[in-house]
């Protein structure tokens, strides 16, 4: 099918010259008949019919020599028909129906009235110019609020061909390279996990108590520090026995500058693309990047460009919830952190605790926990009109639910002193690993680029935001 998308782009190419010299030629033919003459052919001397084949005849090479570009240079495209393949394998199922109504640019009110988005990716995906949206700020600005999908009368899918492509781009710019191809690819998903399990296995073997983990009461010793005493079956269950405090920071410390620096190269990767783009067709950077940082934060913040959907408009909700409850449970890890080796305030804390890091701790997991189950239960709402959605998004989705479900149950099998708490406890902390290993190559990394195309298309003075 790709192959017949090449060979009809040439045809049309081809077509085009011929039409081209097809309409000189009239062009010709009708100067030729609107030369003013003094009346009948019959009555015109030699010399007067003379000199009007001799007018048309220059007019007609002015035409041709003047006023005529090279068509032929300017449809010159090269397309590249594994990269159609690949978008229609990673989603862009439908591109190939789309026949450039623009009625997804029409209902998008999002996209900005110059030049609008997706029409023009749309087009340019069934070409197979990778280059050309490789470096298109527009596939970030695009929010997947699905209105193009569900109005499409060809059923093309806009928005899904987009997301193809918006993946795409994260793999193409991922660092190290291997990662950002296995996390998209269902056929790598065993390995993937595998990565985190076993690091965690290692991490536990060396520095725990894998086979038996064990259990014992805590009590203070004379300067108030909480310590683990009286080691023996069925006393409280201490996580910390399992896995020391400090192997999971140094393991999760290392995983998180990690992902610190792929994000760092891949969107620096990015950036340069789009301004080597944005360049050579004549735009020009009319500020900074960190200047125009705030403003999108602002707008990421409140979620405002969620709340231009109409097909999906409850998805600002859900997605706020998710958004808060992970920048809950960042602040609860880092009171944590901050007590446990600054205040030497050891975990578990109680309910009455002077800094409230439970309470935080929980009302951001049960906002998690709303803001998952709303995302999955839209997902099956919506799916008549705009699909379920395609494997990069349930990965995220599965990992995302399975953090919070598992942090939660760690917590109450604990106090229920439960010893299948350390099983839970294992999966919780290996899925928080795999989350912090791939986050940027996974969907999350959606956040980073759409950012950093937010704040380009500021800077170019494509997009200043919306009212």
């Keep these: 099918m790709a192959d017949e998308t090449v060979d ?31 009346g009948d052919a019959s009555e015109l001397s030699e010399g007067d019919t003379a000199a009007t084949e001799a007018q048309v005849a ?19 495209i090269k397309p590249d028909v594994g990269f159609v393949k690949e978008i229609i394998n990673g989603g862009g199922t439908d591109l190939k129906k789309c026949y450039q109504c623009a009625t997804c640019s029409v209902v998008c009110n999002l996209t900005p009235d110059d030049s609008p988005f997706p029409r023009k990716e749309m087009m340019w995906a069934q070409w197979g110019l990778k280059d050309k949206l490789m470096g298109d700020p527009d596939v970030w600005l695009c929010h997947q609020c699905s209105d193009c999908v569900a109005q499409c009368p060809r059923g093309a899918k806009p928005g899904r061909v987009l997301q193809a492509i918006a993946k795409m781009t994260i793999s193409r710019f991922s660092w190290p390279g291997i990662l950002g191809k296995g ?22 073997s060396q520095f725990g108590h ?51 620096l792929a994000f760092a190269v891949g969107s620096s990767r990015y950036w340069k693309l789009l301004s080597a783009h944005a360049v050579s067709e004549g735009g020009t950077l009319k500020g900074s990047g960190l200047g125009n ?54 975990s578990p804390y109680g309910w009455n605790n002077a800094v409230p890091v439970k309470w935080i701790g929980s009302v951001s997991a049960a906002a998690g926990l709303i803001g998952i189950g709303w995302i999955m239960i839209n997902r099956f709402k919506h799916a008549a009109k705009i699909g379920i959605g395609a494997y990069f998004d349930w990965l995220l989705i599965s990992v995302v639910a399975t953090v919070i479900v598992t942090g939660i149950l760690a917590w109450g099998l604990r106090v229920a002193n439960t010893p299948v708490a350390y099983t839970v406890y294992f999966i919780h902390l290996a899925s928080v690993l795999f989350l912090f290993i791939y986050a940027p190559f996974s969907k999350m990394a959606h956040m980073v680029y759409r950012t950093v195309a937010l704040v380009f298309a500021r800077v170019t003075g494509r997009d200043m935001g919306i009212e």
Excluded: W
């Excluded at 996390?183 to 536990?204: F, Q, T």
């Design 293 to 346: 940082l705030g403003p999108v934060l602002g707008e990421i913040i409140t979620h405002k460009r969620f709340g231009k959907c109409d097909e999906t408009e409850d998805r600002k909700v859900s997605h706020m919830f998710i958004f808060y409850a992970f920048l809950g449970l960042f602040v609860t890890t880092a009171i944590s952190v901050i007590g446990e080796y600054l205040l030497h305030k050891h």
């Design 210 to 260: 894998l086979t038996n983990p064990s259990k014992g009461n805590i009590i203070l010793d004379g300067s108030g520090h909480q310590i683990v005493q009286d080691v023996k079956t069925g006393g409280e269950i201490i996580y910390s026995n399992f896995i020391p405090i400090p192997a999971v920071d140094i393991t999760f410390t290392l995983a998180f500058f990690f992902a610190i």
């Design 58 to 76: 220059s007019e007609a090479t002015s035409v041709t020599a003047e006023n005529v570009p090279d068509v032929r240079e300017a449809m010159l």
């Design 183 to 204: 996390v998209g690819s269902p056929a790598a998903l065993v390995l993937m996990v595998a990565i985190p399990v076993l690091i965690l296995l290692g991490v536990i």
């Design 8 to 38: 009809k782009t040439e045809e049309t190419a081809g077509a085009g010259n011929d039409a081209t010299a097809d309409a000189t030629a009239e062009e010709t033919a009708v100067t030729a008949a609107e030369t003013p003459v003094a």
